[in-house]
């Protein structure tokens, strides 16, 4: 069985020792360690580099978000899961953009984790049905509100198609670089040109492409 660390933040004690309890039922998986506070939660996944990050978004002294940013702006290679209560269209657009691709409600944490997290774990994505939904909603209605684009404009090369894959999988460019054996100018010179073609704006609409077109799995 393949081993796997994580790092657990929630500011309530017993949400975070019944998490633990949990995960650590699973065969292999170690929760190396625990986090009260968003700036605690980032200061920890440097020091333990994780595997998975499962961060609650209302935190004392940061957010779940502002961390989240944090620890993907420093190059972490720790995946991030986002165990909430929360589901607004504004949250979960901001989650995107800031490089979550794990987002499971509170409620369906005992249906949802596990698959969750060993979807991260082996590099895909995963959101609760809830939330899947919610994306692909928001991406026909940003596609309906949309001016139409030329005959053709929406497809993409297969190239261009593994850069998408990896970017709304969560991956930084340069991480996509080493992946595909090119340079870090070149990653963002296609990533630029993805977005013309599709007519998209920021990350959260490149996730929502790949949702709706099933270039990523969810």
């Not at 961060?55 to 290679?77: F, H, V, W, Y």
């Not at 991260?120 to 609760?128: A, I, M, P, S, Y």
Request: aromatic residues 4%.
């Amino acid at each position: 069985m393949e081993s796997l660390r994580l790092v657990v933040a929630d500011d309530h004690d017993i949400v975070r020792r019944g998490l633990r309890d949990l995960l650590e039922a699973h065969v292999g998986w170690k929760v190396v360690a625990e986090a009260a506070t968003g700036t605690d939660a980032v200061t920890k996944v440097r020091e333990f580099s994780p595997d998975v990050a499962i961060l609650d978004i209302s935190m004392p002294s940061l957010n779940g978000l502002e961390a989240t940013r944090r620890i993907i702006q420093s190059g972490s290679k720790t995946r991030i899961l986002i165990l909430t209560l929360h589901d607004s269209d504004t949250m979960i657009e901001e989650m995107l953009d800031a490089g979550v691709r794990g987002y499971v409600l509170k409620s369906d944490a005992a249906r949802d984790l596990f698959v969750a997290v060993e979807a991260l774990q082996h590099g895909k994505t995963f959101f609760t049905s809830k939330v899947a939904e919610m994306i692909l909603n928001g991406y026909l209605k940003k596609r309906k509100n949309s001016p139409e684009v030329e005959p053709g404009a929406s497809r993409v090369t297969s190239r261009q198609r593994e850069i998408l894959k990896l970017l709304a999988e969560g991956k930084a460019n340069r991480d996509v670089a080493v992946a595909l054996g090119m340079s870090v100018k070149t990653v963002e010179t296609h990533r630029a040109n993805i977005l013309k073609r599709l007519n998209c704006h920021s990350i959260s609409d490149l996730v929502r492409y790949a949702v709706r077109n099933k270039i990523i799995e969810v």
